[in-house]
């Protein structure tokens, strides 16, 4: 089952805000098993409206229009409806009811005639209830074409979804099981996973999909299950789940829908009754600050340290002047003491440390920009690790903090 989405507004063409509606959509739809296979944004002008209607139609047997059904004179959308299915207004009394009962309950002014107008809808049209504004959604059926107009305002528009289409679309529509399972990986490139899993991936049964989903610091993999039947799809993918372990499950640190890497962080070290803390140079707090997002995080993280400026490693952590000067303070030796000190300072079981070079001068320390050097110190000793992370500042520092939230968890693991 394919659907399209028609977004209606000259405010999304030029920048002035963001498509939120079209995502929202696009996941409920996935939800119950309708592909959406194209999103178009259109400017307020009917002709256009009316030509992007019509080639949407030949695509798609689900057609969800948003924007355009406000009261004043650019919201076009239900003038524009008439004309492509050659209809006309009418006045829906339950949809001028539920305007004038907003206006009671939250105006108070008498109802203008522009308002009234809201419940003028197409006569081809059946009225979705807005409890939240003025502008009904409507919803057309014609041919084997279902046709959904709603708000563009998103709380609108997300209730109408939730309460009404959805709902509507279960009954009207037999649709298929569609299963992700995304499988979050740290601490390595989509290139060297590719290369890693290239057979798993070309055995994969045809129902199946991969999809790589690179960010900073992570590549999430999203396998897609489609099919009739849910208990089969479920079986063969936990079947490729754990074939996929089997080659690369030293960088799969759990599963999106169960919990933030800071939020697996947690709960661990919550089990275990350990504690960390950080000392943090390049990240510059960033990675204290994922750490105490999390609920609770006072039960493990006993605080942190920015020792940004060189001079503060010797006076805040009270690493020597002789280390300092003997090598760089972007360097394994300082970041390794950077997390002994932290750990003896805070008395915690564990402590991050990070230095490095984020650019775009190399400020301190002749170390190439991207070079960041992340070290953990731990019951277990201390390990240090240097990444390459590229040129662009913020990218590099991103991609730190996911490196050593990734280190974090690896480590408390063992």
């Not at 003997?326 to 008395?347: C, D, G, N, Q």
């Not at 390990?383 to 913020?394: D, T, Y």
């Amino acid at each position: 089952m394919k659907a399209e989405i028609i977004t209606i507004g000259d405010e999304i063409l030029i920048g002035q805000i963001v498509d939120s509606n079209s995502a929202f959509i696009a996941k409920e739809l996935n939800k119950i098993g309708i592909d959406v296979q194209q999103i178009t944004s259109v400017q307020d002008e009917e002709n256009h409206i009316l030509t992007t209607l019509k080639e949407a139609s030949q695509r798609a047997s689900i057609v969800i229009v948003t924007g355009g059904l406000g009261p004043t004179k650019d919201d076009i959308t239900k003038k524009t409806f008439c004309k492509y299915f050659n209809d006309e207004l009418v006045k829906n009394e339950e949809v001028l009811q539920n305007v004038e009962e907003l206006f009671r309950k939250y105006v108070k002014d008498p109802i203008s005639d522009l308002n009234r107008g809201q419940a003028y809808i197409p006569s081809k049209a059946t009225a979705l209830f807005n409890r939240h504004g003025t502008a009904p959604g409507m919803w057309i059926e014609e041919g084997e074409v279902v046709y959904i107009s709603l708000p563009g305002v998103p709380f609108e528009m997300k209730a109408l979804m939730e309460n009404e289409v959805i709902s509507k679309l279960q009954e009207r529509f037999l649709r298929p099981y569609i299963i992700h399972k995304t499988v979050l990986t740290y601490g390595m490139g989509e290139s060297t996973i590719a290369q890693k899993i290239e057979d798993w991936e070309s055995n994969l049964p045809p129902f199946i999909r991969l999809a790589y989903l690179p960010s900073l610091g992570r590549v999430r993999l999203r396998l897609s299950a489609r099919g009739q039947d849910e208990k089969v799809l479920l079986q063969e993918l936990d079947h490729q789940l754990e074939q996929l372990h089997l080659l690369i499950g030293d960088i799969i640190k759990g599963y999106e829908g169960e919990g933030s890497l800071e939020e697996q962080i947690a709960q661990k070290f919550i089990e275990k009754g350990k504690t960390i803390t950080t000392a943090e140079s390049c990240t510059g707090g960033r990675i204290a600050s994922r750490l105490t997002s999390v609920s609770g995080a006072s039960k493990f993280f006993r605080g942190g340290i920015i020792t940004y400026e060189t001079a503060t490693k010797n006076y805040v952590l009270g690493i020597s002047e002789e280390i300092i000067n003997t090598y760089s303070v972007v360097s394994p030796e300082i970041t390794k003491e950077m997390a002994i000190k932290a750990k003896a300072l805070f008395r915690t079981d564990y402590a991050i440390a990070t230095t490095g070079n984020a650019g775009p001068a190399k400020g301190d320390s002749d170390a190439e920009i991207g070079t960041v050097y992340i070290a953990i110190a731990s019951p277990n000793g201390v390990e240090v690790i240097e990444n390459h992370l590229g040129k662009q500042r913020e990218k590099v520092t991103e991609k730190a903090v996911y490196k050593a939230l990734g280190m974090i968890l690896e480590e408390i693991e063992k």
